[in-house]
C-alpha cells in the first residue's frame, strides 16, 4: 500500500501543505508565516472555485471552449495573454508589497521568516518578468501587429495557440506552488550551487525550473511567429520602412526572442540534467563549473531585457505621435535605434557579473559596450521630445504614462550608465542601488508601456474606452508608488543595504526602508485602481462606446476596421500607398469606403490542441517536480499523441462567404454614415463614437 | 514572385506543385527560422563541452574513451543518410514514381537507425569504461551535447515514419509534401552538427 503511495505521490508529502509546518511547531512567528501563505493558497483555490461556479452558474462553458480556449485567432489569444499578466501581475504586486512591508519593520527582526522572504522575491521576479511581463508584451503584439501590418492572422495561429498554452501552463504551475508549497528561494535568476539539490533539495528549484522552461519554449515559438508573420503577411505595398514602429519594435524584440531564448532554455535543462539526473554542469565538485551558468543565463538575460523595452518603446511611439497630433519625428532614426539597441544587447551581458573573476580589460569592454546603449536609447527619447515639439499635445491616459515614462526613464538610464562602470558596479553590485535600478527601467519602461497601450487600444479590442477617472488615479499613483517605493532604494544601496535582506542591523536605513513601504502601499492602490478602471468601464459600456473603432484620431491600420474588429480584420485588404496609410486616407476622404468586391475569406479553424497542450504540459510539469513518474510518462505520451494526431488533420481552415462579409462590412458602414464626427478636443468625451473629424476637412482642434 | 525565384532557400518545389508551393512559403521559412534558433542551443552545448573539456575530476577522458573507427562510421552513415535524403527531395521535387521517394526514404530512415544503434553502442561502452554523465563535468557535457543530437535524430526518424503514416492516409498531398520538405532540412541540418560534433568532441578532444 504503501509502495503504491509512493508510486502515486512521489515525494508529495504532508509537508508540502502550507499550514503543516505552522501547525507542528504553533510558534507565534510560524504561525504568522502559515497564515500568510495559508492565506494565500486558499485565495488560489477559491478564486479557481469561483471562476469554475461562476462560469457554471452562467453556463458558459460552450462559450468559453468555443470562443475562446480552441481559438487561434490572434486577437483572442491576445487578450488571453493579457489576463494571463494581469492575474500574474496582481499576484506579485501583492508580494511586493509584503516585501516592502516587512522591510519597513525589519530592523532587527520583522514577521517574515528568512525562507518565506526568500520565497517571495523569487516568485515576484520570476512572475514579473516571465508571466507578467512576456505574456503582456505578447499579447498586446498578438493583437496590434497583425492589424498594423494589413494580416487577417499570424503565420502559425496554431502554434499561437500553442505559445499561449505553454505560458498559461508555466503560470499555473507557479500559482499551484502556492497550494502545494514551497517554491524556490534561489531568486529569479536561480543561480547554482545554490539551487543545486545539496543545497536546495526540495521541490521549490525544480518549480522554478520548469515553470520558466515553459516560458521560454512560449516565447522562443512567440518569436518565430510573430518574425515570420512580419517577413511574410505584410498588406501589398506595407515595405518594412512604412511599418508602424510598433511593428518594428515586435520584429526586432521577435528576432531577440529566437536567439535569446535558447540560451536559457540550454541553462534551466542543465540544472534540470544536475538535479534529476546527477550531472555535473554546475555543481562544486567532480568538475562542474557555475560561471558557466551565469554566462548562460545572462546571454539570455541581458537579451530579454530589450525583449521587455523595445515593444514598450514602439507603443510609446504610437501614443506620442497620435496624442501630439503629429507624424513621429525621426522615424528612419528610430528604425535605426531600435535595430541598434536590438544588435547590441548581445554584447553586454558580462556587465551583470563584473565582480565574479573576470581580467579588469576584459570588464572594460564590456563597460564600453553597455554604455554605447546609451546612444541609441538617447535618440530615442529625443525623437519622442521633438515628436511633442510645436504638436497639440492632449494629456490622455496613455500620454500621462508616457511623459511620466520619459522623465523617470531618464533617470533609470543615468543610473543604469553609472553602473556600467566596473570600478563604482564594485561599490554597488548586490546592493539594492541595482534593484532600484532595474525597477527604474523596467516599471517606467515596460510596465508604463504596456499599461499605457492598454488603455490606448483597449476601445480597439473591446469598441469601448476605459473609464477616464479611475484611469488617471491608476496611472498617476503608478508614478507616485513608483518614485517613492524605489527612489528611496538608491540611498539604501549607496548606504551599503545588500538586496534580498530580510532584516537589518542598521537604524540608517529605516526612515528610507518606510518611505518604500508607503511607496509599495500607493503602488497597491494603482493596482486596486486599474480593477475599479475595469470594473466601472464595463459597468458603462454602452455610454463609452466607440464602434467605428477610431476615438483618438489614429495613423496606422489598426484604427481603419471596426471596434472590435471582425475576426478576419479586414473585408479586404488594403492596398498601402504611404506610411501612416490611415492618415492619408481619412485626409485624401478615402477612409470608410465600399469596396468593389467582397471575396471568400479563409481563416484558420478552431483546434482542440492548444487547449490539450495546456493540460499535458502542465501535468507533464507537475509530475516532473514531485517525481511521479507515471504522470510524466503518461502526460508525455499524450502530448505526442495529440501533436502526431494533429498531422493527419487535413481541413485546417474555414470559408466566411463573401456574402457575410458584405453584409457585416456594409451595417458597419451605415453605422459610420449615421455617426458624428467628433474633433480632437471631444475625444474623452461620450459624445466620441469612433469617428474623428479630420483637420484637413477644417475641423478646429 | 515570378517563376523562377526561389520562395525560400534550400530546394524549392517548383511551381508544377502549385498549392504546395505556396504553402511552403511561410512553412519553410518558418522552419529555417526555427532551425537558427535551434542552432543556438547546439551552440552553446559545444561553447560548454570545450569550457569542460578539462572537468574531468580524474575520471576517464577522451583518450580512454573515444572510439574514432566507430565515430567515423557513425559520420559516413548519417553523410550517406543526407545524401539519399538529397535523392528523396529530388524524386519529389520531379514528381518521379512514389516507389522512387518511398525507397530513397527508407534507406534515409535504416542508414538514421543504423547511426542511433552504433551511438547506443558508443554509450555502452564509454559507460562499460566508467564514462557515465555522473562521474564529471566532461562527461556531462559530452552526453548532453550527443545525445541531444541523437534525440534529434530520433526526433527526425519518428516524423519520417509519421509522414509515411500520412502519406498511406492521404496519398502524397501537400501537407506530406511540405512536412517531407522541412523533414529534409532538419536532416542535413542534424548532418552538419554532427560534423561538428565528431570535428569537436571527438577530434578536438584527442588533440
Redesign the interface.
Known amino acids: 500500500m504503501s509502495y503504491f503511495l509512493d508510486m502515486l505521490l512521489g515525494r508529495l508529502d504532508w509537508d508540502a501543505l502550507p499550514f503543516w509546518k505552522m501547525l507542528q511547531e504553533p510558534t507565534t512567528f510560524n504561525i504568522i508565516n502559515g497564515t500568510i501563505v495559508t492565506g494565500a493558497a486558499s485565495m488560489v483555490v477559491l478564486g479557481g472555485l469561483a471562476l469554475v461556479a461562476l462560469i457554471t452558474w452562467f453556463g458558459k462553458w460552450r462559450v468559453l471552449w468555443s470562443d475562446w480556449l480552441t481559438s487561434v485567432d490572434h486577437k483572442k489569444i491576445g487578450i488571453m495573454f493579457i489576463v494571463v499578466a494581469f492575474v500574474m501581475l496582481a499576484r506579485a504586486i501583492i508580494e511586493a508589497v509584503f516585501m516592502r512591508a516587512q522591510q519597513s519593520v525589519g530592523l532587527g527582526g520583522g514577521f517574515l521568516s528568512a525562507e518565506h522572504f526568500g520565497e517571495f522575491f523569487s516568485t515576484h521576479g520570476t512572475i514579473m518578468i516571465f508571466f507578467m511581463a512576456m505574456p503582456f508584451l505578447t499579447g498586446v503584439i498578438n493583437y496590434i501587429m497583425p492589424l498594423q501590418i494589413g494580416a487577417r492572422d499570424l503565420?502559425?495561429p496554431v502554434m499561437n495557440s500553442i505559445s499561449l498554452a505553454l505560458t498559461a501552463a508555466g503560470a499555473v504551475l507557479v500559482m499551484v506552488s502556492l497550494v502545494l508549497t514551497p517554491f524556490s528561494t534561489g531568486g529569479w535568476s536561480g543561480y547554482p550551487p545554490f539551487t543545486e539539490s545539496p543545497y536546495s533539495p526540495g521541490a521549490g528549484v525544480d518549480y522554478w525550473i520548469w515553470a520558466v522552461t515553459l516560458s521560454t519554449l512560449s516565447s522562443?515559438m512567440t518569436?518565430?511567429?510573430f518574425?515570420?508573420t512580419i517577413?511574410?503577411?505584410r498588406a501589398p505595398g506595407m515595405h518594412l520602412m512604412r511599418m508602424p514602429l510598433f511593428c518594428w519594435t515586435a520584429l526586432t524584440t521577435a528576432i531577440l526572442m529566437?536567439?535569446g531564448?535558447?540560451?536559457l532554455?540550454?541553462a534551466t535543462a542543465?540544472l534540470a540534467?544536475?538535479r534529476y539526473?546527477?550531472?555535473?554542469?554546475f555543481?562544486t565538485?567532480?568538475?562542474?563549473?557555475m560561471m558557466?551558468y551565469v554566462n548562460?543565463f545572462w546571454?539570455f538575460g541581458h537579451p530579454e531585457v530589450y525583449i521587455l523595452i523595445l515593444p514598450a518603446f514602439g507603443v510609446f511611439s504610437e501614443i506620442f505621435s497620435t496624442f501630439s497630433g503629429k507624424r513621429i519625428y525621426g522615424y528612419k532614426t528610430l528604425v535605426i535605434a531600435t535595430i541598434s539597441i536590438a544588435a547590441l544587447s548581445f554584447t553586454v551581458w558580462l556587465h551583470h557579473f563584473f565582480t565574479m573573476g573576470q581580467d579588469a580589460s576584459i570588464n572594460a569592454v564590456f563597460g564600453i559596450a553597455t554604455m554605447l546603449i546609451g546612444i541609441p536609447t538617447g535618440v530615442k527619447i529625443y525623437d519622442w521630445m521633438l515628436t511633442m515639439y510645436r504638436g497639440r499635445v492632449r494629456l490622455t491616459i496613455p500620454m500621462v504614462y508616457a511623459i511620466g515614462f520619459i522623465m523617470l526613464f531618464v533617470i533609470g538610464g543615468l543610473t543604469g550608465i553609472i553602473l556600467a562602470n566596473p570600478s563604482i558596479d564594485y561599490q554597488v553590485h548586490n546592493t539594492l542601488f541595482l534593484v532600484a535600478h532595474f525597477h527604474n527601467m523596467l516599471v517606467p519602461g515596460m510596465l508604463f508601456g504596456m499599461l499605457a497601450g492598454y488603455n490606448y487600444w483597449f476601445p480597439k479590442a473591446f469598441g469601448y474606452r476605459l473609464n477616464e477617472r479611475w484611469g488617471y488615479r491608476a496611472a498617476y499613483s503608478w508614478i507616485i508608488g513608483f518614485i517613492l517605493a524605489f527612489f528611496p532604494l538608491y540611498a539604501l544601496g549607496l548606504l551599503g543595504m545588500p538586496r534580498r535582506t530580510v532584516a537589518f542591523l542598521e537604524p540608517a536605513y529605516l526612515p528610507w526602508t518606510i518611505v518604500a513601504g508607503i511607496g509599495a502601499l500607493v503602488v497597491l492602490f494603482a493596482l486596486f485602481s486599474l480593477i475599479m478602471q475595469l470594473g466601472v468601464s464595463i459597468r458603462r459600456r454602452v455610454t463609452y462606446a466607440v464602434p467605428i473603432g477610431d476615438p483618438w484620431d489614429g495613423f496606422s491600420l489598426e484604427w481603419s476596421t471596426s471596434s472590435p474588429p471582425p475576426e478576419y480584420n479586414f473585408p479586404v485588404i488594403p492596398q498601402i500607398a504611404s506610411r501612416d496609410p490611415f492618415r492619408s486616407e481619412k485626409d485624401s476622404g478615402q477612409a470608410y469606403q465600399r469596396p468593389e468586391e467582397y471575396g471568400n475569406i479563409e481563416m484558420p479553424a478552431n483546434s482542440a490542441l492548444g487547449p490539450v497542450l495546456a493540460v499535458v504540459s502542465f501535468l507533464m510539469t507537475f509530475g516532473l517536480v514531485w517525481y511521479m513518474w507515471w504522470l510524466v510518462i503518461g502526460s508525455g505520451l499524450m502530448g505526442l499523441a495529440a501533436l502526431?494526431g494533429r498531422?493527419?488533420v487535413?481541413r485546417t481552415t474555414r470559408i466566411i462567404s463573401a456574402d457575410e462579409v458584405r453584409r457585416t462590412h456594409e451595417s458597419w458602414l451605415d453605422q459610420v454614415a449615421r455617426a458624428k464626427a467628433i474633433t480632437r478636443a471631444d475625444e474623452r468625451d461620450t459624445t466620441n463614437q469612433g469617428l474623428a473629424a479630420s483637420p484637413v476637412e477644417g475641423a478646429v482642434q | 514572385m515570378t517563376p523562377t525565384t526561389n520562395r525560400h532557400p534550400g530546394i524549392n518545389l517548383g511551381d508544377m506543385h502549385e498549392e504546395a508551393s505556396d504553402a511552403c512559403e511561410s512553412l519553410v521559412f518558418g522552419f529555417w527560422v526555427f532551425m537558427m534558433s535551434d542552432l543556438i542551443i547546439f551552440a552553446l552545448l559545444f561553447a560548454t563541452y570545450v569550457v569542460m573539456l578539462g572537468g574531468t575530476a580524474g575520471g576517464p577522458g577522451p583518450h580512454e574513451l573515444y572510439e574514432m573507427k566507430s565515430a567515423f562510421l557513425e559520420t559516413m552513415l548519417l553523410l550517406a543518410s543526407s545524401f539519399t535524403f538529397g535523392m528523396a527531395s529530388l524524386a519529389l521535387k520531379y514528381d518521379r514514381t512514389k516507389g522512387q521517394l518511398l525507397g530513397w526514404l527508407v534507406i534515409t530512415l535504416l542508414l538514421g537507425l543504423a547511426f542511433i544503434g552504433l551511438e547506443l553502442r558508443d554509450f555502452h561502452l564509454m559507460a562499460s569504461k566508467d564514462g557515465v554523465p555522473s562521474r564529471s563535468g566532461f562527461l556531462s557535457a559530452f552526453y548532453a551535447l550527443v545525445s541531444l543530437h541523437g534525440l534529434h535524430v530520433t526526433g527526425a526518424c519518428l516524423w519520417m515514419l509519421v509522414l509515411f503514416g500520412q502519406m498511406a492516409v492521404h496519398g502524397l498531398d501537400t501537407g506530406v509534401k511540405t512536412g517531407l520538405l522541412r523533414l529534409g532540412i532538419l536532416w542535413h541540418f542534424l548532418d552538419i552538427v554532427w560534423i561538428g560534433i565528431f570535428s569537436v568532441v571527438y577530434l578536438g578532444g584527442l588533440v
Open positions: 503565420s502559425f522562443t518569436g518565430i511567429n518574425a515570420v517577413y511574410k503577411k529566437i536567439f531564448m535558447p540560451p532554455t540550454v542543465l540534467l544536475d539526473l546527477d550531472f555535473h554542469f555543481t565538485d567532480l568538475g562542474g563549473n558557466n548562460l546571454a502526431v498531422s493527419f487535413r
